[in-house]
Nanobody, 113 residues
Framework: VQLVESGGGLVQPGGSLTLSCVAS????????MSWYRQVPGKERELVAQ????????DYADFVKGRFRIARNNGLNKLYLEMNNLKPEDTAVYFC???????WGRGTQVIVSS
């Protein structure tokens, strides 16, 4: 199993970024997927999740209305569209295969002026 995140970077408050995660080594279209984030010294927290066919999504309260999770099963890719970013969104973002301890290495997002 391999999960590779990309798309992180430095963005100003109020800006946008879209993260991507390329999955391989498992039946992607059969797996629910999630995005988590982690700040040094804190536990990893769930940001958003999506069902295997993308019909159901769920978001943490702190990103509702600003972030959107999506997937392309034909490309084995998971996305996280992040809008109206805030400094408190600064973290390393990880994608995860639900119900398994399969994680990517993460991509750093820094929101700062």
């Amino acid at each position: 199993v391999q999960l590779v995140e990309s798309g992180g970077g430095l963005v100003q408050p109020g800006g946008s970024l879209t993260l991507s995660c390329v999955a391989s080594g498992f039946p992607f279209r059969e797996s629910g997927m999630s995005w988590y984030r982690q700040v040094p010294g804190k536990e990893r927290e769930l940001v958003a999740q999506i069902s295997n066919l993308g019909m159901s999504t769920d978001y943490a309260d702190f990103v509702k209305g600003r972030f959107r999770i999506a997937r392309n099963n034909g490309l084995n890719k998971l996305y996280l569209e992040m809008n109206n970013l805030k400094p408190e969104d600064t973290a390393v973002y990880f994608c995860k295969r639900n119900q398994y301890q399969d994680w990517g290495r993460g991509t750093q997002v820094i929101v700062s002026s």
